[in-house]
């Protein structure tokens, strides 16, 4: 049977559509800056704008929490890594299949009202796996990034496409991985591409019009403040990518943005000074687009340390005063809390094995520590963590992320051209072997590109106090996770890990209540949602979704 478009695949769907889909209701910003209101909603990439993945939801407790069952499945109909987070609006569910596909599903049933599918050209590059990690949603739209560097604007109730606008060359191997961010009447994203050379940025466009608001590039140009950190014309292909999601303070109007890798990849030499603003948190302002502040983890990465993860933001006393903070889990490594409104470094400590550096001065700059040539670098360049979200439960005060423990890479530099649109690298690694001539997948190899390695380190659960930089409990898992977290007001966390068990573990002692295998790697994040009363939480596992609720 041949594939129908979105239009076609509606009016085939219309006659069933549910009183739910017929009456849908506005997400005006309003709704989306309150969110802690509806709980029974989840209306962003990461729940809310302070990006915390916490539920204020407490049917679920650690003395029912054994009662779940499976409610519905629903199958990816695309073979390879499902990394979407689905966003829930009164009983609707909206994700993405990959590369490029919205399913408006019933989060009851599981069934699909629409589907519509964007065909990427034909010369799309994509680094590092064709991943679509999800939707915004804005009054009645649905707003999508495409693996072809576009914004689509789909209307919420059928699918069909309201506007569509470009948001970078495509022959220059740009990319949209994340999922947008929905602030105020704009639409913000970032593009990916860093291994190809790119000029990174964060792009906002008009929500209603598809009309470009403003651009702010990750790389300063020639007169720009951070323009010296680069030698030479290095700017010009320097990467800087941002392919997640950022974070937002209405009190303070400014955005939050994890920047991505230095180009070429593994060889600073080629690239001297810091580089600015790759591998750094940067701070804009929502309106306009303007820098406000950075704080650079990494200067002249040699090692493909992204500075990718979710900016998480939480109000604490801090030392004895309130403060607004940011707290990050760094792929180098490190640990740290920064204040959010200047980006002051106020703690730094390493929460995996590191011996890039041998520690953090006081203003949060790295010591550098190369390794001789040959020797095993710790954290390895998937890092200490990466992308997968994770969540701080504003009830335990607590951070909690999946990290990468005994991990490391050894790492080649070699001098690597620009070519538009070609892989940009300079230079490969390898993966420390657990033994000498044991089986792993990379040695040698010079091109990573779509490609994984394996592992020999294991996953180590840790549920991290900001205010000492330690951790207060840790769970391993056999295997390394890509698994991200969700916490509840009950005080339970949910997450997984490449074993597939989906797990329910009590939040202030790290104790295991309950789990389930699944029977594929749990990556992204679990989402709960309420619906008539009753809770549900839904998560990836392979290539299926599954949403659990208690028995009746």
């Known amino acids: 049977m041949k594939l129908v478009n979105a239009s076609v695949r509606f009016l085939l769907f219309f006659a069933g559509l549910s009183a739910a889909m017929q009456s849908i209701a506005q997400v005006p910003y309003d709704r989306i800056l309150n969110a802690n209101q509806e709980p029974q909603n989840w209306l962003t990439y990461n729940g809310g704008y302070m990006s915390q993945r916490h539920s204020l939801l407490n049917q679920l407790t650690r003395d029912n929490v054994e009662n779940l069952e499976l409610k519905w499945v629903l199958q990816n109909q695309v073979f390879g890594a499902w990394q979407s987070n689905p966003i829930i609006v009164d009983g609707i569910m909206y994700v993405t299949e990959r590369p490029n596909s919205v399913m408006a599903v019933d989060a009851v049933t599981g069934r699909v009202f629409w589907k519509y599918r964007h065909q990427n050209a034909e010369n799309a590059r994509i680094c590092c796996g064709a991943n679509n990690r999800g939707v915004a949603v804005l009054n009645d739209k649905v707003y999508m990034g495409t693996l072809d560097a576009q914004l689509v604007a789909l209307d919420r109730v059928n699918g069909q496409v309201l506007w569509q606008t470009v948001v970078g060359d495509v022959n220059l191997a740009y990319s949209v991985t994340m999922a947008p961010l929905a602030v105020k009447d704009k639409i913000m994203l970032g593009v990916g591409g860093g291994e190809f050379g790119i000029r990174g940025y964060v792009v906002a466009y008009d929500a209603e019009t598809g009309e470009e608001a403003w651009k702010t590039y990750t790389i300063p140009g020639p007169g720009e403040p951070g323009h010296d950190s680069w030698e030479g014309d290095d700017w010009e292909h320097g990467g800087a990518p941002v392919w997640i999601t950022g974070s937002f303070d209405p ?22 000074g810091d580089n600015l603003y790759s591998d750094s948190a940067i701070a804009l302002v929502a309106d306009t687009g303007e820098l406000k502040w950075h704080f650079q983890f990494t200067p002249n990465d040699a090692y493909d340390y992204d500075a990718v993860q979710v900016p998480v933001l939480a109000d604490l006393v801090w030392r004895g005063e309130p403060k607004k903070l940011m707290m990050w889990a760094n792929r180098n490594g490190y640990f740290y809390v920064l204040d959010r409104t200047n980006g002051e470094f106020l703690e730094g400590k390493p929460y995996v094995q590191v011996n890039w550096s041998s520690g953090l001065d006081e203003n949060g700059r790295p010591i550098p520590t190369p390794q001789p040539e040959g020797m095993p670098t710790y954290p390895g360049n998937q890092g200490g963590t990466n992308w997968y979200p994770p969540s701080f439960s504003p009830s335990t005060e607590l951070f909690y992320f999946s990290a990468w423990e005994n991990y490391a890479t050894i790492y080649r530099a070699e001098e690597s051209e620009y070519v538009p649109g070609q892989a940009f690298l300079g230079g490969g690694f390898s993966v420390l072997a657990p033994s000498p001539g044991a089986p792993t997948i990379g040695i040698g190899r010079t091109n990573p590109i779509n490609n994984w390695t394996d592992e020999v380190g294991y996953a180590s659960l840790k549920a991290m106090d900001p205010q000492t930089g330690e951790a207060v409990w840790s769970y391993n898992q056999f295997d390394v996770s890509d698994s991200g977290m969700l916490t509840t007001a009950s005080d339970l966390l949910f997450t997984g890990g490449r074993e597939g068990y989906f797990h329910a573990i009590d939040a202030r002692t790290g104790e295991l209540i309950w789990n389930v295998g699944l029977g594929g790697q749990i990556v992204m994040a679990p989402v709960t949602y309420m619906v008539d009363g009753v809770q549900y939480v839904s998560v990836i596992s392979g290539n299926s979704l599954s949403t659990f609720a208690l028995r009746n």
Do not use: I, K, S
């Open 251 to 272: 009190e303070l109007n400014l955005t939050y943005w994890g920047v991505g890798n230095p180009g070429p990849d593994w060889n600073a030499g080629q690239r001297p």
